[in-house]
């Protein structure tokens, strides 16, 4: 989700202005968003799976219309949280915990902050085919003016 004036979803459950310095521009990306059944599940164009394929359209996306962080929230403890997948992508924690009211689930929630010119530079530093996989062209992303 793009940020707006309305503010990026997370912010129904807490503040981040903390997050908006430096003009920066904001954008929200959620594994929630892919349904559980699809996020692992891999296809011919998405070696790594759907939620790296979505990650991967974000970080293009975000490069194409001048976006310099993504925000992403995830619960801390649950069986399934991503965080670290997301921390050896660069994520860094930010300390903005929150309680999730929306979802039943009982823990406790955080907030992380990717600054893409990390992800971008990743490639050049690493020999994981993962971060090429992120920067290479891909036919399936679409291209917006």
């Keep these: 989700m793009v940020d707006t004036p309305e503010g990026l979803p997370i912010e129904q459950f807490t503040g981040i202005d ?3 310095v430096d003009d920066r ?3 929200e ?3 929630l968003m892919v349904m559980r059944e699809y996020r692992n599940r891999r296809a011919p164009g998405m070696p790594y799976g759907v939620f790296a394929a979505l990650v991967k359209g974000c970080l ?3 490069l194409r219309h001048g976006y ?3 925000v992403a929230d995830l619960f ?3 069986s399934t949280t991503p ?3 997301l921390l050896a992508l660069g994520f860094t924690e930010t300390g903005i915990e929150f309680v999730d009211s929306e979802l039943d689930e009982p823990d406790r929630s955080v907030a992380l902050l990717l600054e893409l010119g990390e992800l971008f530079s990743r490639p050049f530093r690493s020999t994981n085919p993962f971060y090429r996989y992120l920067i290479e062209p891909d036919t399936n992303i679409a291209v917006y003016s």
Aim: one cysteine or more.
């Design 18 to 20: 903390a997050l908006r």
């Design 25 to 27: 521009r904001l954008v």
């Design 29 to 31: 990306c959620q594994r």
């Design 60 to 62: 293009h996306w975000c």
């Design 68 to 70: 310099s962080h993504i």
């Design 76 to 78: 801390l403890n649950t």
């Design 83 to 85: 965080m670290a997948p």
